[in-house]
């Protein structure tokens, strides 16, 4: 039988960038199992929610895909757009608070709308998850963006971000095009907060002089 695709793996230039420099990337669309909400990733209970019912489509449907389809995949990491009306919230502030979010999973290109109505009537009549009417199956199109791998808790992004807008973006004539863009690589109940792996991107375009 033939191990499970790794989109991790498949996508390493787009999962695994740089942890010592700033890099630039063309991200192509892709498809996202999406909930929106508002509010501190930590306490928030909207967030909570969010997080519950997209793995439980996510798995869902990657066993339907394995059944039905005979098409295995690793579920992919959760991923998190983030903005606010002050940016500054994200790189000096950082009240959380004040965050607003899209939580999402990509999804193979194979998972269809059909697909994905049918996983949710499944795991609706499994679960009573508030978060699931809010869940949708959307492409998600990024394009250029500037990303570095980040070591470390959550905490310590501040001054990445800082480097990464206000001194990387300007010296090589970038600009911000999109929202704040984090791809959790790891489990944070299950490595220890200075372990952790998290890809921090930023869509950009060209600036006009």
Do not use: C
């Amino acid at each position: 039988m033939s191990s499970a695709l790794d989109f991790k793996k498949q996508l390493k230039h787009l999962y695994n960038p740089s942890k010592k420099e700033f890099t630039v990337a063309e991200v192509p669309p892709m498809n996202f199992l999406m909930v929106d909400g508002h509010g501190d990733p930590n306490t928030a209970q909207e967030y909570k929610d969010a997080v519950e019912a997209l793995y439980a489509v996510a798995y869902k449907l990657k066993f339907m895909s394995k059944k039905e389809l005979e098409k295995n995949y690793v579920v992919p990491p959760l991923e998190g757009l983030w903005w606010a009306e002050d940016m500054e919230t994200f790189t000096t502030k950082r009240d959380k608070s004040a965050w607003d979010w899209t939580m999402m999973i990509m999804q193979p290109e194979w998972i269809t709308q059909e697909m994905f109505e049918g996983a949710v009537e499944q795991v609706e009549k499994q679960k009573d998850l508030p978060a699931l009417p809010k869940l949708r199956l959307e492409t998600y199109r990024e394009g250029l963006s500037v990303h570095i791998m980040h070591i470390g808790s959550y905490e310590e992004e501040g001054p990445t971000l800082h480097r990464m807008h206000h001194e990387f973006m300007p010296e090589n004539g970038y600009e911000p095009a999109g929202k704040h863009h984090e791809i959790y690589l790891s489990d944070p109940r299950r490595v220890a907060p200075e372990k952790l792996k998290t890809v921090l991107r930023q869509p950009v375009r060209k600036a006009q002089s």
